[in-house]
């Protein structure tokens, strides 16, 4: 059964900074990683998926990376902005099935 | 497109009654997915759909919840009777099943407070 943990549960920095958040994967079988952006009280907003046969994607500020044989996958945010301040969530897909999600990475940016 | 429509939005019953959350997933999109999200189990994947079709329901907590997906344009969810424990938000996803991608687009949820 596939499992995912995100590291660290919570972060705190200060705007401006370039930061990392981790996940890991137990089962390298995966057919995508998808990275979720949830603000309090409300839905997932998608930011990023790769395939399972892509290293990275990119969006703006953001870059995700995979890395399947080692099970895990980055979220690199740069020049943090108050704006985004929300729990990221990465969710290792098996294709045509559902997603299995970790815990997320509470993050504060700092104004 | 409108995205994936839930409703109602929020929802608050009794123990014991029946509670029916509804799902219209994007156009055009064909698996349909429920899950659900507590704050000691974060995100769990309740049951899928795929082309209207009830893949795997291994992820339904108790008998008493119960899914179906009667057209490829709505799904229901329905806990009979409900339990306090019950409580949680409820969120439906859909994706278009095709060769390269199975991105999943979530709705904005259902809040649950079962008392």
């Known amino acids: 059964k596939q499992e995912v943990t995100q590291i660290p549960a919570a972060l705190s920095v200060p705007e401006g900074e370039n930061l990392v ?3 890991s994967f137990t089962d390298s079988a995966i057919y995508n990683l998808q990275w979720f ?3 309090p ?3 997932l907003t998608s930011l990023l998926l790769i395939q399972s046969s892509q290293r990275e994607q990119t969006s703006g500020r953001l870059n995700a990376s995979l890395d399947k044989s080692s099970g895990r996958s980055t979220l690199y945010i740069a020049a943090s902005q108050p704006g985004d301040s929300a729990t990221y969530l990465c ?5 045509a099935d559902g997603l299995t999600f970790g815990k997320g990475t509470h993050l504060i940016i700092q104004p | 497109d409108a995205g994936v429509i839930q409703s109602p939005r929020h929802e608050v019953t009794e123990m014991g009654q029946e509670v029916t959350l509804r799902c219209k997933p994007i156009s ?3 698996s349909l997915f429920w899950y659900r999200q507590t704050m000691m189990r974060g995100l769990e994947l309740l049951i899928y759909f795929n ?3 009830p893949i795997d329901d291994s992820g339904m907590p108790e008998d008493r919840f119960s899914a179906k997906m009667p057209n490829a344009s709505f799904s229901t969810l329905k806990i009979q009777p409900s339990e306090p424990r019950d ?5 439906c996803a859909s994706s278009f099943r095709r060769t390269l991608s199975y991105e999943q687009y979530f709705g904005p ?3 649950l407070t079962v008392t």
């Open chain 2, 109 to 111: 949820g259902t809040r």
């Open chain 1, 91 to 95: 969710a290792a897909g098996g294709g």
């Open chain 2, 51 to 53: 082309n209207n079709v």
């Open chain 1, 37 to 39: 952006r949830q603000d």
């Open chain 1, 41 to 43: 009280g409300k839905g």
């Open chain 1, 21 to 23: 958040l981790n996940c």
């Open chain 2, 87 to 91: 409580s949680a938000v409820y969120f």
């Open chain 2, 28 to 30: 055009g999109h064909n």
